[in-house]
């Protein structure tokens, strides 16, 4: 059973910058896409970033030029690297690796980020 292990959450001002990491705990296969999602209370799950196994990227218009997402395919792992962040950027961070043709959906266990002053 494949795991995921988000990390880099945390609280931080108003423009300041987070880096958030997930990595699984075994070999995954034939992946598609890794995401980055989040939910802030009372919100519905967002998708906040994506990047395919081409290497494409889609990003959320709410993020787009503050947010960066990477991955390390010998490693799968992926990354968010956070920037210019803002109070409502706080939600908890998931992580999510998707396999060709939805054969698998993997989940992280959730990262509390927290923008405030």
């Known amino acids: 059973q494949v795991q995921l292990m988000e990390s880099g959450g945390g609280l931080v001002q108003p423009g300041g910058s987070l880096r958030l990491s997930c990595a699984a705990s075994g070999p995954i296969f034939d992946i598609y896409a890794m995401k980055w999602f989040r939910q802030a209370p009372g919100n519905q799950r967002e998708l906040v970033a994506r990047i395919t196994n081409s290497g494409g990227t889609y990003y959320a218009d709410s993020v787009k030029g503050r947010f960066t997402i990477s991955r390390d395919n010998t490693n799968n792992t992926v990354n968010l690297r956070m920037n210019s962040l803002k109070p409502r950027d706080t939600a908890v961070y998931y992580c999510?690796?998707?396999?060709?043709?939805?054969?698998?959906?993997?989940w992280g266990q959730g990262t509390q980020v927290t923008v405030s002053s």
């Open positions: 999510n690796i998707r396999g060709i043709s939805g054969k698998y959906d993997y």
